[in-house]
């Protein structure tokens, strides 16, 4: 049986895309539960990841846990950005990065 989730979306998001296609930006997937990474950065198993922010400019969301890694990964001292390389490439493993769209969601806008 399927199990109903409201999640609040920003209107100007993309539309998921569909299962295996690549990410866009959409959000649904971390707003209905975080990945692993999400879930230790919540603390939380259910509901939408702490992490996840939103992009205003670009109208999509956006990984937090990947936007601090990418940004220690440019600034800092050498020593530090292999760590925050480390960290960023840990993240896009734990959240399957590149690998498309696996969320088994679907949306209905609200009436």
Same mark, same amino acid.
């Given at each position: 049986?399927?199990?109903?989730? !409201? !999640?609040?979306?920003? *209107?100007?998001?993309? %539309? ?12 649904? @997937?971390?707003? %209905?539960?975080? @990945?692993?990474? &999400?879930?230790?950065?919540?603390? $939380? ?10 992009? =205003? =400019? *670009?109208?999509?969301? $956006?990984?937090? !846990?990947? =936007? ?7 600034? %800092? ?13 840990? *993240? $896009?493993?734990?959240? %399957? *990065? &590149? ?10 806008a609200a009436e």
């Open positions: 049986m399927a199990r109903e989730q !409201v !999640v609040f979306w920003q *209107a100007q998001a993309p %539309a998921k895309p569909a299962f295996g296609a690549p990410c866009n930006g959409c959000g649904l @997937c971390c707003l %209905a539960e975080p @990945c692993p990474m &999400g879930m230790l950065i919540s603390r $939380r198993r259910q509901g939408a990841c702490a992490a996840l922010r939103w992009d =205003e =400019e *670009a109208l999509h969301y $956006r990984c937090g !846990v990947l =936007e601090d890694a990418r940004q220690a990964a440019s600034h %800092a001292s050498a020593w530090r950005r292999g760590l925050g390389r480390l960290r960023l490439a840990l *993240a $896009r493993r734990w959240i %399957a *990065a &590149g690998a498309g769209c696996d969320a088994h969601l679907w949306a209905e």
